[in-house]
């Protein structure tokens, strides 16, 4: 089987396992108990709190551990603009293609009297800072723009977004959930004031994650019931869960620049690959984007059927995301950057990761190009735009 | 959501039964939408009442082609008003079920039964039976039902 869906999730790393082990067996104290074997839990929590700060350029006391991306996500937009609405700041900022924890949380906040303006995202699926820079009004509380995008893979101009925000004294969040541990972040130095994360998009175990709040932000409580992570989300920590991904951050972080170099190589490849296929369209900037990320979009041709014909060839990949697969809409992602709608429904999302190798590649380019012609061969779209000469 | 499709609707949509076209069809019908994400086209060769043979093409996930698929097999052999009597529930029965997001594919596998046959009904001058005159219409509204 060939893993390419690793921007849905990746595989626990043995070093995340191994990190996670101890505080599923022998230290299995509450890290609030004030005996022996509560502290040694207690010890492994500043650690790991540690480790995710440093990796981000944090300070330890920044790091909010949660249950993963969208809680963070959700924690971070609903008590900022909650703040805001205490000053009379009811506008909100963000973009057409983020995803859906910080959508839905702002069509949610719409109900209750926000007004949020979504930026456009161009053609190539990255934000303009003049754009950023028009929205902003005196009464805007936050804006929040994701750093990479989890369907096309770009990467916003996160510094310079940030920098706008500051110049007119607005607070920037960003989700990054597809970005750490695949690039290089410093918050201090990005002028980032929130950042959201999630454990399991580089090698840590699923149902945890953290939020970066700049010391001077002042972060209202989430989960009333406790003094864990500063009386701000009270509950038990989820320690195995913080240990590994503590760790698969820390391994992701050292090894970062060579990942990259190998994964981008294998991203090329099957990039200049399936261009050829007549038809087909690499959707989002080349430039700007995630080393993993590939998505085309196949003329002629529904998404979940092809889909469904690479996992019978062994080939794990996705439509849009995993999150939406249920639905019958098109990706969001995919109308934001312009995609006709019925071009949006023939597409493929392959996220690769350093686990991945060129012979998998080479695999998927030999099985890909037969997929999409045998079910264009009956396919009554792609019969209609021989016949219209459109292809 | 559980998206999880019988081993019957995984079959059909691996092993697609039926398809391709008839060029001398004796009706054909076209049914379904691509802002929708589906289309369905179907081909019959009617002899002396009877359906001699069925090909389609469809455009569409999983369902969809497997529905198509089931669909001509069940009408394959059987005469035209046999096939009229083609509903959706007994292809997602013969399929052992679909899910509930994907109930949509099978109305649109019987209307395009419906259809092709309107196509031959009408190229024939012969009176449009009364189920196949609200059937064969179909838009994104009911794409999502």
């Known amino acids: ?391 | 959501m559980a998206m999880a499709y019988s081993p019957k609707v995984r079959d059909h949509f691996a092993n697609p039964r039926n398809v391709g076209k008839i060029e001398d069809a004796s009706g054909v019908g076209e049914v379904g939408n691509a802002k929708c994400g589906d289309i369905m086209k179907m081909y019959l060769k009617i002899e002396n009442d009877v359906i001699v043979d069925v090909k389609f093409n469809t455009f569409g996930c999983g369902a969809a082609i497997a529905t198509s698929s089931m669909a001509t097999e069940m009408i394959k052999g059987k005469t035209i008003d046999e096939a009229l009597q083609l509903s959706n529930k007994a292809v997602v029965e013969a399929l052992d079920g679909l899910p509930a997001v994907k109930l949509h594919c099978s109305v649109l596998a019987e209307e395009a039964v419906k259809a092709a046959l309107l196509d031959y009904y009408t190229k024939n001058n012969l009176p449009v039976p009364e189920e196949c005159k609200t059937a064969c219409d179909h838009d994104c509204e009911n794409c999502m039902s």
């Open chain 1, 1 to 391: 089987m060939i893993y390419f869906d690793n921007a849905a999730t990746t595989c626990v790393s043995k070093t995340a396992l191994d990190a996670m082990m101890p505080a599923l067996t022998e230290n299995y104290g509450n890290p609030s108990s004030l005996h022996l074997l509560g502290q040694t839990s207690n010890q492994a929590l500043d650690e790991a709190r540690q480790t995710v700060a440093k990796c981000l350029g944090a300070q330890p006391n920044e790091i909010y551990f949660t249950s993963g991306g969208s809680e963070a996500d959700n924690w971070a937009i609903t008590q900022m603009a909650l703040q805001g609405q205490k000053k009379g700041k009811n506008h909100l900022i963000t973009t057409t293609f983020e995803h859906h924890a910080v959508l839905h949380t702002m069509k949610r906040l719409e109900k209750n009297g926000f007004e949020v303006t979504y930026l456009d995202v161009h053609e190539d699926g990255v934000v303009r800072p003049e754009d950023l820079e028009a929205a902003i009004r005196p009464e805007t509380a936050l804006v929040t723009i994701m750093y990479a995008n989890n369907e096309i893979g770009t990467i916003q101009p996160v510094e310079e977004l940030a920098k706008v925000c500051h110049d007119h004294k607005v607070l920037f969040h960003t989700d990054a959930v597809q970005a750490v541990g695949h690039l290089p972040i410093d918050v201090k130095a990005q002028g980032i004031d929130m950042l959201s994360l999630s454990g399991h998009k580089f090698h840590g175990p699923k149902g945890v994650g953290a939020l970066y709040c700049r010391r001077g932000v002042r972060l209202t409580n989430f989960i009333e019931g406790g003094a864990q992570e500063r009386n701000r989300r009270a509950g038990t920590e989820n320690l195995p869960g913080i240990c590994g991904m503590a760790a698969a951050l820390q391994e992701a972080c050292d090894n970062m620049e060579e990942n990259n170099a190998r994964v981008s190589a294998m991203r090329d490849k099957l990039i200049a690959g399936i261009t050829p296929i007549p038809c087909t369209r690499i959707n989002g900037s080349l430039e700007h984007r995630l080393p993993g990320n590939v998505n085309a979009s196949f003329e002629g041709i529904e998404g979940e059927s092809l889909l469904l014909r690479l996992d019978l060839a062994g080939i794990c990949a996705s439509s849009g995301s995993a999150c939406t697969s249920g639905s019958l809409d098109p990706s969001h992602v995919l109308l934001a950057i312009g995609t006709p709608v019925e071009v949006a429904h023939g597409s493929l999302r392959l996220s690769l990761d350093e686990v991945n190798t060129m012979e998998e590649v080479d695999y998927c380019l030999e099985q890909l190009p037969k997929i999409v012609e045998l079910l264009r061969s009956m396919s009554p779209v792609w019969e209609q735009m021989q016949k219209e000469g459109r292809c």
